[in-house]
């Protein structure tokens, strides 16, 4: 799932759930970007599904959203790729409404339904809890 960029003004934020950040933020559920302090905006990218959340640490982003979208990328949001998140056989539905990158390996995702996945390994596999 890569997005086109799009150069956008600067907008209030409808929906941010996971830490402020100036150079992310999320609208009308599309992840943007501003790599001038906020003067300007790039759609970054779009999913299926809109977007509700986001997390960075470094040049690791993590986009959560309706319907258990999960998108990642490693290189600053250049490139995305859709992370499937399952458990036992069971794939994650729920909205992902938070995400917590608590270290480069370690990631929390919250969802509408009060569930908690979370990954050791960098979102390779998961356990709900």
């Not at 003067?39 to 258990?68: F, M, P, T």
């Not at 929390?108 to 339904?113: E, G």
Request: net charge neutral; aromatic share 6%; glycine share 10%.
């Amino acid at each position: 799932a890569k997005g086109g960029m799009v150069a956008l003004r600067a907008a209030a934020p409808a929906v941010i759930t996971s830490k402020q950040n100036a150079n992310w933020t999320i609208v009308d559920g599309v992840l943007q970007r501003s790599l001038d302090s906020g003067r300007n905006w790039q759609a970054v990218v779009r999913a299926d599904h809109a977007l509700l959340c986001y997390a960075n640490r470094g040049n690791e982003v993590w986009a959560g959203g309706q319907a258990g979208t999960l998108l990642h990328s490693t290189d600053g949001g250049t490139t995305w790729s859709a992370v499937a998140v399952s458990f036992a056989g069971h794939p994650l539905s729920s909205d992902v409404n938070h995400i917590d990158v608590r270290s480069p390996a370690e990631i929390v995702l919250a969802t509408d339904n009060h569930e908690t996945w979370s990954s050791a390994d960098g979102g390779k596999t998961w356990e709900k809890k």
